[in-house]
């Protein structure tokens, strides 16, 4: 496997001080997906839960659902100059009778990411998620809610070397981590975590809560109703489509979880009433 980290000299300033200092960064490489040897996607990451995170992509894209629609995957020979393997092909083969993910979605997903598709794509959703995460019964206190961001915290190991990362963490209703995955990209970090609970046939994800260190956009509403989350919580803003995703899919959301305090933007039923603010 690549390497996560990696160190660098660097040369730092403090007011007229100068110094020079080793760093330590966190390694961004791409990751070449491969479906029975047809290049599905390219994607920058950090080397790590490779599998996991092609097994998550599968699953925001509508291809899986369980372990058992993916026969094989496996690492493809691709070299650096020292001959080393780089480990970053990722060739997969779905089990007969599975689709492959076609170019019009592979597109559609690149352009998800860049909150532009509109209505349609809030439909395409609705109607290709297999789970419905209206229906799921889970219910939070505020309280917990709150107190997720610093749990996820407390969970990033990497970060605390590099301060380059995003984090995702999957919590219990009340508030114990089942999971957390780092990563230099948001959406890759939330398919880890979709993709792990893929292979141990754990979707849909019930009764769970996916928390993310950064805004909610409209990419991981997406990937949080694929999998059957029924709810996702960010400590900054989602965006106007992410709402109404949210919205249309029954997915509780909430946003500026800050303190004691956040924005509840869709199903604020499913977080137990709090005290009136007056």
């Known amino acids: 496997m690549g390497r996560v980290t990696a160190r660098r000299k660097v040369v730092r300033f ?11 960064l966190i390694v961004e490489e791409p990751l070449e997906l491969r479906v029975g040897g047809e290049s599905l996607m390219v994607t920058m990451r950090t080397p790590g839960d490779d599998f996991d995170l092609a097994a998550g992509f599968l699953v925001s894209e509508g291809a899986v659902a369980a372990s058992g629609d993916i026969e094989t995957m496996r690492f493809c020979a691709g070299t650096d100059e020292t001959g080393a393997n780089t480990y970053n092909l990722l060739d997969i083969r779905l089990t007969p009778g599975v689709e492959v993910p076609s170019a019009a979605k592979r597109l559609f997903t690149t352009t998800a990411a860049c909150g532009v598709c509109g209505k349609e794509s809030v439909e395409d959703i609705r109607t290709r998620a297999r789970w419905s995460v209206a229906e799921d019964p889970l219910r939070l206190a505020p309280e917990t809610l709150a107190a997720l961001p610093d749990r996820l915290r407390a969970a990033q190991r990497l970060f605390d070397k590099t301060g ?36 141990e ?17 409209f990419e ?20 106007s ?11 509780t959301l909430a946003g500026f979880l800050r303190g ?17 603010s007056g």
């Open 201 to 217: 046939d754990r979707l849909p994800l019930r009764e769970t809560v996916l928390v993310v260190s950064g805004r909610a956009s």
């Open 241 to 251: 489509l992410a709402a109404e995703l949210a919205a249309e899919a029954g997915l």
């Open 260 to 276: 004691d305090t956040m924005n509840v933007y869709a199903r604020p039923d499913r977080v137990a009433d709090g005290p009136s």
């Open 14 to 24: 403090s007011g007229p001080r100068r110094s020079e200092r080793v760093d330590t």
């Open 164 to 199: 380059g990362l995003h984090a995702a963490g999957l919590f219990t209703a009340d508030g114990e981590l089942i999971a957390a995955r780092e990563d230099v990209g948001r959406h890759n970090a939330v398919d880890k975590l979709i993709g792990r609970a893929l292979r």
């Open 220 to 239: 991981l509403v997406q990937k949080a109703v694929m999998a059957g989350v029924p709810a996702l919580a960010a400590v900054s803003a989602p965006s």
